[in-house]
């Protein structure tokens, strides 16, 4: 089944405790995407990747960060996360064989919250 | 500052009424503008719109697009309980995969 994936879906942790979330799509896309979701803000965009070893901000990156040492792959590390960045986060995909760049596939979510 | 505006923020009607989203849009270098469908989970593709006055179709959905007054809508006709959910539009910037997102329309139909 073609899909994104995150995981973990749900974590709480301790400001300063660096973490990582995993996104790994299954469909050979080349670009891949972060969001955070916050009530009132919608969707914002933290950093994106059009292919492997190619990453560039988008309009949250702060306190971020990402890698794309795999086509299928797109970690978010969060070096030493804050109460703010307390949010919904979502990874995207899109581009490839016949698949538009526009039309994003998301994965399901993982909702962090920092202490 | 790229900055995409939706309204109304929060809307509730009855099944069977027609509503309007609206979106609008100050982006620079400005390529297309998304439509997304959020229920409980993550968002779904509905419509890319790309070029100006030209209607997008999906079932009791449509979607416009105004390149010169910068602003789009999406309709959805004899709305049921299943169309309840949050709906963002998103700017996409030209040569970019940048996207920049409006705060949402939740949608709530009452049966």
């Known amino acids: 089944e073609a899909q994104v994936t995150q995981n973990p879906r749900y974590l709480i942790t301790v400001t300063g405790k660096k973490l990582t979330v995993t996104c790994s799509q299954n469909?050979?896309?080349?670009?891949m995407s972060w969001y955070r979701q916050d009530p009132g803000l919608g969707l914002r965009q933290i950093y994106y990747?059009?292919?492997?070893?190619?990453?560039d901000k988008g309009d949250v990156p702060e306190g971020y960060k990402v890698s794309r040492k795999e086509k299928r792959n797109f970690p978010l590390i969060l070096e030493s996360p804050s109460p703010n960045q307390t949010s919904l986060y979502f990874c995207?995909?899109?581009?490839?064989?016949?698949?538009?760049?526009?039309?994003?596939?998301f994965g399901p979510g993982t909702r962090l919250t920092v202490l | 500052e790229d900055k995409v505006v939706q309204s109304p923020l929060s809307l509730v009607v009855h099944e069977g009424d027609t509503v309007t989203l609206n979106c609008s849009y100050e982006v620079t270098n400005f390529r297309s503008l998304l439509w997304y469908k959020q229920e409980k989970k993550a968002p779904t593709f509905l419509f890319m719109l790309t070029s100006s006055g030209i209607e997008k179709k999906s079932g009791r959905l449509s979607s416009i697009l105004d390149k010169k007054e910068l602003f789009s809508i999406l309709n959805i006709t004899a709305t049921q309980t299943g169309d309840s959910a949050i709906y963002l539009c998103?700017?996409?910037?030209?040569?970019?995969?940048?996207?920049?997102f409006g705060q949402g329309t939740r949608l709530t139909i009452n049966p």
């Open positions: 995207a995909s899109s581009g490839g064989q016949g698949v538009s760049y526009n039309e994003q596939f």
């Open positions: 469909m050979n896309h080349e670009y």
């Open positions: 990747s059009m292919n492997v070893e190619v990453t």
């Open positions: 998103a700017g996409i910037i030209q040569g970019a995969q940048k996207l920049v």
